[in-house]
């Protein structure tokens, strides 16, 4: 059995204009990145995961560093030219991931089958990140930090599976166990976003506002948000959608407030209603003001 899974959505960085090009002048070089992501992580389930995780560690860091990073994708086994940008952040990954199989189904809610079984992909870990400079010879460090996750990926098992069907499933699993979570480790340190208040009538669009606060050295340019909540009332369970839309420019040490009506969001699986508020984020920003940060 081939079933597509539709693993998690990966926030893409939104990338620049492209400059015009004259019919009579050669093609102008590639510019060199503000900033460049190097990626390690301890996991070794399989050689596809590994290389899928590490694949997915750097696309989700350039999606978080929009305008910084060169928007050609690059094999992560291979590391970026010393020099060729003047930042890298370095990011490393120690954690676990396992799958396991519930005793019982799935709940569900709405016109689903009420009998959906699935796996879980459990991961856990910490990611190490390290931004430094390039002087020329070496990469001194800036600024360094961590953060933990702790997630697991549910895939739904369609009934009447056979034995080699749940070996296709529990790998597809496996492979949904990806690093979303490297986003919110750099997000949280230079550019903060939290749903900071809602207000409405349970069960109806909300009104809501959420906070950015630019702690990085380089002002922000462009900023798409989604987020994605749940509230309780009485026995009854709701999830909301927002998408808050920012451009202009936020310079280093601000903070604004995006407001906005969020639509009510249902899903099938009751495994929804229980997860905590969910926020990815694709900002764009501007290069060449860290410096003037490095400075103060």
């Known amino acids: 059995m081939k079933r597509e899974i539709k693993v998690a959505a990966v926030l893409l960085p939104l990338l620049a204009g492209l400059a015009v090009r004259s019919a009579a002048a050669p093609a102008a070089a590639e510019p ?6 190097v990626v390690e992580t301890n996991l070794r389930q399989t050689a596809e995961h590994r290389k899928a995780y590490l694949e997915t560690m750097l696309e989700l860091a350039r999606g978080a560093l929009g305008g910084l990073v060169s928007p050609r994708m690059r094999d992560p086994a291979t590391p970026p030219t010393d020099g060729a940008a003047r930042y890298r952040l370095f990011i490393r990954h120690q954690g676990t991931v396992e799958v396991q199989q519930n005793a019982s189904p799935a709940k569900t809610v709405g016109h689903a089958p009420a009998g959906v079984w699935k796996l879980v992909a459990r991961q856990k870990g910490k990611f ?8 020329g010879a070496r990469y001194p460090t800036l600024d360094h930090w961590s953060s933990e996750s702790a997630t697991s990926h549910v895939l739904p098992v369609p009934a009447n599976v056979t034995t080699d069907d749940m070996v296709y499933l529990r790998n597809e699993a496996l492979l949904a166990a990806m690093p979303e979570a490297v986003s919110r480790g750099i997000l949280d340190r230079i550019l903060p976003i939290q749903l900071a208040e809602t207000s409405g ?9 959420v906070t950015v606060e630019n702690r990085s050295g380089w002002a922000l340019r462009k900023l798409a948000v989604d987020v994605v909540w749940c509230e309780q009332a009485g026995k009854n369970r709701y999830r909301y959608y927002a998408e808050p839309r920012y451009e202009g420019l936020l310079a280093p040490g ?11 969001a249902p899903s099938p699986l009751a495994w929804d209603y229980s997860l905590p508020t969910q926020i990815r984020a694709a900002p764009t920003f501007v290069p060449g003001r860290l410096d003037a940060a490095e400075a103060k």
């Open 32 to 37: 060199a990145p503000e900033l460049d992501v």
């Open 128 to 135: 190490i990140f390290r931004l430094a400079k390039w002087t």
């Open 201 to 209: 009538d349970p069960g109806k669009p909300k009104a809501y506002t």
């Open 254 to 264: 601000k903070k604004i407030e995006l407001k906005g009506t969020a639509a009510l």
